[in-house]
């Protein structure tokens, strides 16, 4: 049986996926959301596809244990208004991005309690529900899930997925990822959500953010007055879309 993967071609998916498919010899079944107002999105094909074939390179073999990404339309996700308002709890006392609301629909909506999620230990959701997990044992791998009654009502939202990575680190993830030889995949990997023109991070994003937060700074190069202000404008212009909605 395949391990399903949400994979987005950055740091943390993608380590998970070497994993699997170098590491334990695992067939994966990628998932990938289209979301037509994010930048990225064309950034994070490309990406993938070059990963796809680095690991190919590395490992011939490794070509039979990745199946076609199955992609999901964001804007088809049926709406589901009950999880939504649990969702907004979280996102009113954490701040919370709105992927785990669509994701969640989605995974209500084809009642998949299968997804890993590659949510890092030091991760904004990992402190959340640390306290609210169990680990449950998969041959040589594991896996952590959320218990059937959390602490806050509202983590019912996480209960679909599955968290592989909640002890583990990215600096971790890139000390092993040189010691088994793939490094210079995880390189590859991308995480912004509005690129310059350049086609580099934009170092203002959450994820821009996040990374160098997490010890990767080194990866981001400094944004210049003219990109500040155009990352404002994208966040305006994006936030009256929603609010027009």
């Known amino acids: 049986m395949a391990n399903d993967v949400l994979w987005t071609g950055g740091w943390d998916s993608t380590y998970r996926v070497l994993n699997l498919v170098l590491d334990q010899k695992k067939t994966i079944q990628p998932y990938y959301v289209l979301d037509p107002v994010r930048p990225s999105t064309e950034m994070e094909w490309k990406t993938m596809e ?11 073999s490794a070509e039979e244990r990745i199946l076609p990404t ?4 964001k804007e088809e996700i ?3 208004p009950e999880f ?5 709890k979280l996102q009113q006392e954490y701040r919370l991005g709105d992927q785990y609301d669509w994701l969640g629909r989605y995974a209500e909506s084809v ?3 299968t997804l890993e999620l590659s949510v890092h230990h030091d ?11 169990v680990k449950v044992q998969d041959g040589d791998d594991f896996y952590y899930k959320v ?9 019912v939202i996480f209960k679909k997925y599955r968290f592989p990575l909640l002890e583990i680190t990215k600096l971790e993830m890139e000390e092993n990822a040189k010691k088994r030889g793939y490094a210079h995949i995880m390189e590859q990997t991308w995480f912004c959500h509005t690129p310059n023109k350049r086609g580099e991070p934009c170092g203002l994003c959450n994820p821009c953010k996040y990374t160098k ?3 990767l700074g080194r990866r981001i190069p400094e944004p210049s007055q003219w990109e500040r202000v155009r990352y404002f404008l994208f966040k305006v212009n994006r936030r009256l879309k929603k609010t027009l909605k």
């Open 78 to 80: 049926p709406e589901n």
């Open 50 to 60: 070059k990963i796809k074939r680095m690991m190919i390179e590395k490992d011939p």
């Open 70 to 73: 199955i992609k999901i339309k």
């Open 123 to 133: 991760d904004k959701v990992q402190g959340m529900i640390e306290n609210d997990v």
């Open 147 to 155: 218990v059937d009654e959390p602490s806050h009502p509202a983590f």
């Open 111 to 113: 009642d998949m309690d």
């Open 213 to 215: 937060d997490e010890g």
């Open 84 to 88: 939504t308002e649990e969702y907004k």
